[in-house]
């Protein structure tokens, strides 16, 4: 399949895997580009420039197709060194990035100087026209059912796909509750140049988490993430769990009072816990709506062929047969 996205970024498939902390390591980015997609390292799940140098070169042991890293700019006083990161980008011969979070745009001729094309992370109109107008290629549109930070706006990617294809000249991906070729074809259908899956490729044989992380999306349903820490507008989805609970109840209590400190041991260093360890109560992590579409931990080329075959099947067959069957009426 041809589309925009996958043009600019020089991929088979338009199927990126977002980056994710501690699940976006070399074997997770390999294999999805292995399998005609777009693999993405985290950036900042590496704790050093130089640890994500050695990250990128392993990457490139594993892979000779495309692949990208996520660098996410932080609203912390106290910043990760980005100059560097964004050496060990370059000089690792990285040629697409994927930022999220603060507006990158400080940083960004530096990479476009080195021929690197920016997806900016957007879960909103406004944000995505500011990413174009900036020089981003391309962005990642994030509807309220993503995982991770869904903005504070709640519009869902029914409405946003199609407003971003309004708005927007540069290509963009589909992401929140993506999982399948449904969500693909649908996503094409509003206007979308491919789509961005998170919480899907966790669950695959091929992301570098413990079992119990890939077996509780299996066993979730769309029902079973909260939204957390909304009272400090930095809302994050999560799947639902005993220090989430944990969570709420202090947000609950605590009002306008809450304060970042107050939920400390509920969010702050708990992903290795969690993805490496296995401790699904060591704290709150990000998962999407779509865990209740997700039903098997198939390897990363067993889902994506699955993906495209049933693609190619939903749009020869099902709808083609939908407008001959108008035409014969």
Same mark, same amino acid.
């Given at each position: 399949?041809?589309?925009?996205?996958?043009?600019?970024?020089?991929?088979?498939?338009?199927?990126?895997?977002?980056?994710?902390?501690?699940?976006?390591?070399?074997?997770?980015?390999?294999?999805?580009?292995?399998?005609?997609?777009?693999?993405?390292?985290?950036?900042?799940?590496?704790?050093?420039?130089?640890?994500?140098?050695?990250?990128?070169?392993?990457?490139?042991?594993?892979?000779?197709?495309?692949?990208?890293?996520?660098?996410?700019?932080?609203?912390?006083?106290?910043?990760?060194?980005?100059?560097?990161?964004?050496?060990?980008?370059?000089?690792?011969?990285?040629?697409?990035?994927?930022?999220?979070?603060?507006?990158?745009?400080?940083?960004?001729?530096?990479?476009?100087?080195?021929?690197?094309?920016?997806?900016?992370?957007? !879960?909103? #109109?406004?944000?995505? *026209?500011?990413? &174009?107008?900036?020089?981003? $290629? /391309?962005?990642?549109?994030?509807?309220?059912?993503?995982?991770?930070?869904?903005?504070?706006?709640?519009?869902?990617?029914?409405?946003?796909?199609?407003?971003?294809?309004?708005?927007?000249?540069?290509?963009?991906?589909?992401?929140?509750?993506?999982?399948?070729?449904?969500?693909?074809?649908?996503?094409?259908?509003?206007?979308?140049?491919?789509?961005?899956?998170?919480?899907?490729?966790?669950?695959?044989?091929?992301?570098?988490?413990?079992?119990?992380?890939?077996?509780?999306?299996?066993?979730?349903?769309?029902?079973?993430?909260?939204?957390?820490?909304?009272?400090?507008?930095?809302?994050?989805?999560?799947?639902?769990? !005993?220090? #989430?609970?944990?969570? *709420?109840?202090? &947000?609950?209590?605590?009002? $306008? /009072?809450?304060?970042?400190?107050?939920?400390?041991?509920?969010?702050?260093?708990?992903?290795?816990?969690?993805?490496?360890?296995?401790?699904?109560?060591?704290?709150?992590?990000?998962?999407?709506?779509?865990?209740?579409?997700?039903?098997?931990?198939?390897?990363?080329?067993?889902?994506?062929?699955?993906?495209?075959?049933?693609?190619?099947?939903?749009?020869?067959?099902?709808?083609?047969?939908?407008?001959?069957?108008?035409?014969?009426?």
């Amino acid at each position: 399949m041809k589309t925009r996205i996958t043009e600019l970024l020089g991929i088979q498939h338009p199927i990126i895997q977002g980056g994710m902390h501690y699940v976006g390591f070399a074997e997770l980015a390999a294999a999805v580009s292995n399998a005609g997609g777009l693999g993405i390292i985290t950036g900042l799940t590496q704790k050093t420039a130089s640890d994500l140098a050695g990250e990128i070169a392993r990457c490139r042991d594993l892979t000779d197709k495309p692949f990208g890293v996520n660098l996410t700019f932080l609203p912390t006083v106290s910043a990760p060194d980005y100059p560097a990161y964004i050496d060990a980008i370059i000089e690792g011969g990285i040629k697409i990035v994927e930022t999220a979070g603060r507006n990158p745009q400080e940083h960004l001729p530096r990479l476009k100087q080195a021929g690197v094309k920016i997806i900016h992370k957007c !879960t909103s #109109v406004r944000h995505a *026209l500011k990413a &174009e107008s900036i020089g981003c $290629d /391309a962005v990642s549109v994030d509807g309220f059912e993503c995982g991770g930070h869904p903005g504070e706006d709640d519009v869902p990617n029914m409405i946003l796909l199609p407003r971003a294809a309004e708005a927007l000249t540069i290509p963009f991906v589909a992401s929140g509750g993506m999982a399948d070729a449904r969500s693909l074809v649908a996503a094409l259908a509003m206007g979308a140049d491919g789509m961005n899956m998170g919480t899907r490729f966790i669950a695959t044989q091929e992301a570098p988490v413990h079992e119990k992380v890939k077996q509780a999306i299996v066993a979730a349903t769309e029902l079973d993430t909260r939204l957390v820490m909304r009272p400090l507008r930095n809302t994050e989805r999560v799947l639902n769990n !005993t220090a #989430v609970e944990r969570l *709420l109840r202090k &947000e609950q209590t605590l009002g $306008d /009072a809450l304060k970042f400190e107050d939920i400390m041991e509920e969010v702050a260093g708990v992903y290795p816990r969690i993805m490496l360890e296995g401790d699904m109560d060591a704290g709150a992590w990000s998962c999407g709506m779509v865990a209740g579409l997700i039903h098997d931990v198939p390897t990363c080329k067993e889902l994506i062929d699955r993906i495209m075959a049933e693609t190619e099947t939903l749009i020869r067959k099902r709808l083609e047969c939908m407008l001959a069957e108008t035409a014969i009426a």
